[in-house]
């Protein structure tokens, strides 16, 4: 079975520096990953996704995650980290088969001033 | 554009009561799934469907049922509902499969058992 491993269920970011979210992934096929981001009191919301086109990823909000093989990772990360990027953040998987995602535990974000 | 919808958006049973949660979109899309999310568990799908009048168990099904008359609405019920069952629910759906389709997610019905 798939499983998704998301690193720190909190992150605790300055404005302006890095964001970094960890994800690694257990797949015995070549997976299909996915980066989603819940606001408060909202659905979540697709971020990027990967495919098995470019190992870069560029999502919305100029947030891009990278694609690593031999790491089984996917961690999302933004130059530069704004207010507004307090959310939580869920990795998710499937398999190129199926039709159903397994997410992680989510990694909750706080950008301090 | 309504996307998806929840209704209702809060409920509070006592254990042993049932309730039916109604996900609507107007998306046309074949796929929908019923998730639900508590604390450091992420999401966890429940049951889906991949087409009007079909539905599949997920991951966590035990204690639910859903149905899909009509392609457009998803319904999850609770036939005795449990505190374990506290949790805020989730529909989505998906014009493709979700590997390669993007969900899209309702904004949560959050329902507490007693």
């Known amino acids: 079975a798939q499983s998704v491993t998301q690193l720190g269920s909190h992150v605790s970011v300055s404005e302006g520096a890095l964001v970094l979210l960890r994800c690694n992934y257990s797949?015995?096929?070549?997976?299909?990953l996915f980066w989603y981001v819940q606001y408060p009191n909202q659905g979540l919301q697709l971020l990027l996704k990967?495919?098995?086109?470019?190992?870069l990823v560029k999502g919305i909000n100029g947030f891009e995650a990278e694609f690593k093989k031999s790491e089984t990772s996917f961690h999302l990360t933004k130059p530069s980290a704004h207010m507004s990027d307090a959310a939580e953040y869920f990795c998710a998987v499937s398999k190129a088969a199926g039709n159903k995602l397994t997410f992680g535990g989510g990694t909750r974000v706080l950008v301090k001033p | 554009n309504a996307g998806v919808t929840q209704t209702p958006k809060f409920r509070v049973l006592k254990t042993g009561q049932s309730m039916t949660l109604l996900c609507a979109q107007d998306m046309n899309h074949e796929y929908m799934y019923w998730y639900r999310q508590d604390p450091g568990m992420g999401l966890r799908l429940i049951h889906y469907s991949v087409g009007e009048g079909t539905t599949a168990k997920g991951e966590v099904p035990d204690g639910y049922n859903v149905s899909r008359l009509k392609k457009q609405n998803f319904l999850l019920g609770l036939e005795s509902a449990a505190p374990s069952q506290t949790s805020v629910y989730f529909c989505a759906s998906s014009y493709l499969a979700g590997n390669t389709g993007e969900l899209f997610f309702g904004e949560g019905s959050r329902l507490t058992v007693l």
């Open positions: 990967y495919t098995s086109a470019a190992t």
């Open positions: 797949s015995s096929v070549p997976p299909y």
